[in-house]
């Protein structure tokens, strides 16, 4: 009696399967890029300037794993004020400036919640406002 030996079928890796119609995120990429942080900036307003002058660069395709032959990850977004198409590009900074930045913009947050507690948030001169001993409690 000879006993058949059956190969099994070597295993393939399967690309996680994300079910279709469950709720995700629609500005994501796969890949995150080391050393940055990523941002999704709408061309409207000067504001692809802006991030470039902050230090903002384009993602390429490439560098998250894409094999588009755009110049850069976009996405539809919405549309601009006259109707046309409004893009929203990814964007990279150094992590390290990245975080810099985060203090600046806490620091200023910090100042407002201060004058919150104080009671003095858009105080005028004769303004009379009624502040309880230890300041405003915000929970």
Same mark, same amino acid.
């Given at each position: ?39 999704? %900036? +709408? ?7 802006? *991030?470039?002058?902050? @230090?903002?660069?384009?993602?390429? #395709? ?42 600046? %913009? +806490? ?7 201060? *004058?919150?507690?104080? @009671?003095?948030?858009?105080?005028? #001169? ?14």
């Amino acid at each position: 009696m000879t006993k058949e030996i059956q190969e099994t079928p070597a295993k393939v890796e399967q690309k996680k399967r994300v079910p279709f119609g469950v709720p995700r995120a629609k500005l994501t990429v796969a890949n995150q890029i080391q050393g940055f942080h990523l941002h999704v %900036v +709408n061309d409207e307003g000067g504001r692809i300037s802006q *991030a470039m002058e902050g @230090g903002y660069e384009f993602v390429l #395709p490439a560098e998250v794993g894409s094999d588009s032959k755009e110049s850069h990850v976009k996405w539809l977004v919405g549309k601009q004020e006259d109707g046309s198409a409004l893009f929203g590009y990814l964007m990279k900074i150094r992590e390290d400036w990245y975080e810099e930045d985060q203090k600046a %913009v +806490n620091a200023t947050q910090d100042q407002f919640d201060i *004058a919150i507690k104080k @009671g003095t948030l858009e105080q005028s #001169p004769g303004d009379h406002r009624y502040v309880p001993d230890g300041g405003i409690s915000i929970k």
